[in-house]
């Protein structure tokens, strides 16, 4: 007989080991029917994500243990209620928002950490998109026509704040009980300096749909949106400078600042970009996925989680850096880059490249007018011939070149996408 602690033992290793070589890992959340739309992180244990199938019904979905299983903490008893965003104050404490199919709100809360909730209602009927806990007492929501509530005890009352739009506001970041910013359709961000008792509209410049926001501080911080769209302020609000995502076909719709260097952003057709120098670059990273992902959460710059469409969830244990894989251990008797192939391809091609000695390398990826939009490896590696595959579904067509460097070594070579 086969010893069965021995096979569970060496089944870890192995997924220990594919995770260990994935900068993304795909996490079973029990269900693909939900397009999960939200996710906040607790701490790098405990996660909630929230969601609805297309048709109806909401869900908050629970992990305790990183991730290695989800359970559902909440689902919607009438079929057409919907939720859209979820919000702790603390571990124990949290609130979840929507919106019936056809007409009404959804509002929902937990005080035991997602083992029960009551419902509470604000009101109105009108769709809630989003909602953060300030404290727990403390809250805000927004959504349909610009609407704004506030509750001060708990969400047994909830009280209406003029927004002075009438444009869905899909997102928020407060800093705290009186600094908080919203955005929502067609260029639309507010900012309050008062808890809410006025609301200020900013200058954004852009007519995109934003979907989220995230704020460092009082002056910095990033929005995204439709059309590959990321703008960063730096004073407050007052102005908002475009940055070049290298994905204009692409619908972005979350995005965490994380600190001044480094920023995640996800959005349509599995894509998940990063930049470690304050959005001046943006590097697309390997989200093993295709279907739309819509919400991101860090604990740090390492720990992530990311939830999409068909219920999916990736995690990150290190910043989503994906490593290149060894394929043969025997000594190269030089540095060489060797074509890629398939060449053409659509979207998947294999790099290969060899070694003669221990080295510090960089595998880059450059558009034809030379900007460096990917880079693959960027790591020390010991003598051995490696590849790495390269996911380009969310580049256009168009010819691109591969470079290697290693010391005083440099190759590149041309490769053909065909969509």
Known sequence: MKNPILIIIISALFISTVNAQMGWF???????????????????????????????YGWVLRTTNSGTTWTVSYQTQNPLDQIDAVSFANPTTGTAVGGNLFAGSFIVRTTNGGNNWSTQSSGVNYHHHAVQMIDANTAFISGQLGTIF?????????????SGTTKRLYSMAFLSATMGFMVGDTGVIIKTTNGG??????????????????MLD??????????GTILKTTNGGTSWVPLTSGVPLITLRGVKCINSNYSFVVGSSGTVLKTTNGGANWFAQNSTLTQSLNGVAFTDTSTGTVVGDNGKIIRTTNGGITFIHTISNE?????????????????MTTVKFQMPNKAFIKLTVFNVIGREIAVLANEELSPATYEFNWDASIYPSGVYYYKLTAGEFSE???MVLIK
């Not at 008792?197 to 995230?214: E, K, R, V």
């Not at 030089?334 to 979207?347: A, G, R, V």
Request: positive net charge.
């Open 412 to 414: 590149t070579k041309k």
């Open 26 to 56: 795909q996490q079973n959340s029990g269900t693909s029917f939900p397009n999960l739309q939200d996710v906040k992180m607790i701490n790098g244990a405990t996660v909630f994500a929230a969601g609805f199938y297309p048709d109806g």
């Open 218 to 227: 009082a002056n910095t911080g990033m929005t995204i949106g439709t059309g």
């Open 150 to 162: 506030k509750t001060t005890d708990g969400g047994a009352t909830w009280s209406p704040q003029a």
């Open 197 to 214: 008792t006025t609301w200020g509209l900013l200058t954004s410049g852009s007519s995109a749909s934003f979907y989220d926001i995230s």
């Open 331 to 347: 000594i190269p008797r030089e540095f060489k880059l060797l074509q890629n192939y398939p060449n053409p391809f659509n979207p």
